[in-house]
């Protein structure tokens, strides 16, 4: 019943910045806690950040905790992640993700979303 659709993806060089969005279709969007996950090719699925469905909670994967910004707008029924820094490891596909309930620190736990965009590329150069 939720659909997402990610934007903001392109070509960056090492040390620059990308704004990633999500946009969620559903009546009931500040009841849902979102998150973002990536994949790069060969490699398995990573948590990236999520956050509460109030925006007040705030949980990131160490690998971008003081780098990357996760936020939404319940009003505009979006979720954005503001990436800053970006290294040639962050290529990936980035995928933002919304589950029914906030999951505190197993919010990097993919099985616990409900809900799945398609995915925006993300190719960081050096």
């Known amino acids: 019943q939720v659909q997402l659709v990610e934007s903001g993806g392109g070509l960056v060089q090492a040390g620059g910045s990308l704004r990633l969005s999500c946009a969620a279709s559903?009546?009931?969007?500040?009841?849902?806690?979102m998150g973002w996950f990536r994949q790069a090719p060969g490699k398995e699925r990573e948590f990236v950040a999520a956050?509460?469905?109030?925006?007040?909670?705030?949980y990131y994967a160490d690998s971008v905790k003081g780098r990357f910004t996760i936020s939404r707008d319940n009003a505009k029924n979006t979720a954005d992640l503001q990436t800053n820094s970006l290294k040639s490891e962050d290529t990936a596909v980035y995928y933002c993700a919304a589950a029914t309930s906030w999951y505190g620190s197993s919010s990097d736990v993919g099985s616990l979303y409900d809900y799945w965009g398609q995915g925006t590329q993300v190719t960081v150069s050096s």
């Open positions: 559903g009546r009931t969007f500040r009841t849902y806690a």
């Open positions: 956050i509460s469905g109030s925006g007040f909670m705030r």
